[in-house]
Each structure stands twice: as C-alpha cells, then as structure tokens.
C-alpha cells in the first residue's frame, strides 16, 4: 500500500527557514518523480515544486522559486522541501503527492499524503 | 502562466441529481504530444484531493461511472449524475500541460 508521510510543518516566523519531509513507501520510490502541492486555509491548492527521480532536476512556481528547494533521497526514500525566507503567505497545508505509472499509463497526483500545515507568523 | 477558470464556485444539488462544472483555460491545453493532461479532483472535508478523472475523461480506479468528463482545447466539462451524499465537497480542476501546473479554484458541492 503506498503511504506519503509527511512531517515538519510548524509556526515560524517570517523570514526563517523550515525544513519539510515526506517519507515515501509502498512503491519503488527512486522511479517516480515527487511534487509538492499547498493549500492556504480555507483557499485552493496550488502546486508548488517537483522533482525528478535522480534529483537532477527540479521546478518550481514563481511564487518560491528562489526560496523553496525541493530535494530527495532515494535511500531514505524520502523528499524534502527547504523553504527559505517564509512569508505569511506561505502559510498553508503542504501535501507530498506521487502520480502512478501502470500499463504505459499516468495517473497524475494519484497518491496523496495527509498533509502537514505550516504557519508564518510573529 | 495558464489560468483555470472553474464556474459555479458552489452547487445545491438534489440527492440522486445531476451536477455540471465547468473549467475554462486561458490557453489550449493540447500538448505538442497530442494529449490533453486536465484532470479531476474532489476534496473531501478534512480529506487530501482525490484523483477522479484523469486527461480530460478517463475514470480514475474505484471511481464510478456517475463521474464523467468531457471538452476539448480550453473547455471542460465534469458532470455529476445520480449525486450521492459522499459527493459533496469540493472538485478542481488541474492542468499539467503547460509549466507550471494550474489548478482551478475550485467548486464546492453541497447536498440538498
């Protein structure tokens, strides 16, 4: 069964670091590409970065490109997001997802986490 | 970057009713491979999204065939026939055509 755990989430102020992490299982993790996707309270989602299955790789949004850096590591199975000079707008639920790959086909977000919520205030 | 405009923000449908949501894209979201990647999501209260519809009309596994999806280019469609009480919450529309992913803003399905 594929499990997306995430963890990390918390109050910070604005302007700090915060680390976030996603431990994966379930499935071979080093063969799917793994995003990031964010919902403010109360608001919509939005998709916040993805990476590929090396790591190679990496996409983000104008919204924290510069500041989030998505990476992975394929022997702790897990994915991480290194959000840098938060701001209140960043505040939100952030969900780890995994699209599934079956008979030449792509069920994109498939998997889900239960998300951990970060909150940017003073 | 491309813009989903989803309409209504919120449905009152009748049980065993039908529901239509639209999402409109501010661009063609063809792919230069051919395929249209607009998907479908509901969001149960207190639940993460669920894929229901994936490019354009496909049924995701599990999901029941009072989902359809429908439209071409910029305009779709996600129709809801015979509503059941474990529809309601919200449904988005997501494109991964173009970078980067959009999603709709959403349309909150509410129960009669």
């Known amino acids: 069964e594929v499990q997306l755990v995430e963890t990390g989430g918390g109050l910070v102020q604005p302007g700090r670091s915060l680390k976030l992490s996603c431990v994966a299982s379930g499935f071979t993790f080093s063969s799917y590409w793994m995003y990031w996707i964010r919902q403010a309270p109360g608001k919509g989602l939005e998709w916040v970065s993805s990476?590929?299955?090396?790591?190679?790789?990496?996409y983000y949004p104008d919204s924290v490109k510069g500041r989030f850096t998505i990476s992975r590591d394929n022997a702790e199975n897990t994915v991480y997001l290194q959000m840098n000079s938060l701001r209140s707008e960043d505040t939100a639920t952030y969900y780890c997802?995994?699209?599934?790959?079956?008979?030449?086909?792509?069920?994109?977000?498939?998997?889900w986490g239960q998300g951990t919520l970060v909150t940017v205030s003073s | 970057d491309v813009v989903l405009t989803q309409t209504p923000v919120s449905l009152l449908i009748s049980l065993g009713g039908q529901a239509s949501i639209s999402c409109r894209s501010s661009?063609?979201?063809?792919?230069?491979?051919?395929?249209?990647?607009l998907h479908w999501y509901l969001q149960k209260p207190g639940q993460s999204p669920q894929l229901l519809i994936y490019q354009v009309s496909n049924r995701f596994s599990g999901i029941p065939d009072r989902f359809s999806g429908s439209g071409s280019g910029t305009d779709f469609t996600l129709k809801i026939s015979r509503v059941e009480p474990e529809d309601l919450g919200v449904y988005y529309c997501l494109q991964r055509t173009h970078n980067p992913f959009t999603f709709g803003s959403g349309t909150k399905l509410e129960i009669k």
């Open positions: 661009q063609s979201l063809v792919h230069s491979n051919g395929n249209t990647y």
């Open positions: 997802a995994k699209d599934q790959a079956r008979s030449g086909r792509v069920y994109p977000f498939a998997y």
């Open positions: 990476i590929n299955t090396d790591g190679g790789s990496t």
